[in-house]
């Protein structure tokens, strides 16, 4: 399990990296799916940390793998 520190430094990361990618506009599906398996290992390093949050983290992590899921389907690994 990922320490706080890495937990943080992976939610910095996705911010920096959606932000870069946000000043582009709307992507289309290819491109959606690069940034989605850009992001997801740091999402999956964070869960923790979100869980962590009182009250809501644990229903917003179960929400996030949930989203997670649906990505996975719509961009499937391809290999």
């Given at each position: 399990?990922?320490?706080?520190?890495?937990?943080?430094?992976?939610?910095?990361?996705?911010?920096?990296?959606?932000?870069v990618?946000?000043?582009?506009?709307?992507?289309?599906?290819?491109?959606?799916?690069?940034?989605?398996?850009?992001?997801?290992?740091?999402?999956?390093?964070?869960?923790?940390?979100?869980?962590?949050?009182?009250?809501?983290?644990?229903?917003?992590?179960?929400?996030?793998?949930?989203l997670?899921?649906?990505?996975?389907?719509?961009?499937?690994?391809?290999?």
């Amino acid at each position: 399990m990922p320490t706080e520190q890495e937990a943080l430094e992976a939610l910095s990361q996705i911010e920096r990296t959606l932000q870069v990618e946000t000043v582009r506009g709307m992507p289309d599906r290819a491109e959606l799916c690069q940034q989605y398996k850009k992001v997801k290992p740091l999402v999956e390093k964070a869960l923790g940390l979100i869980e962590l949050i009182p009250v809501y983290g644990t229903k917003i992590a179960v929400a996030t793998r949930f989203l997670m899921k649906v990505a996975d389907l719509a961009c499937p690994a391809q290999g």
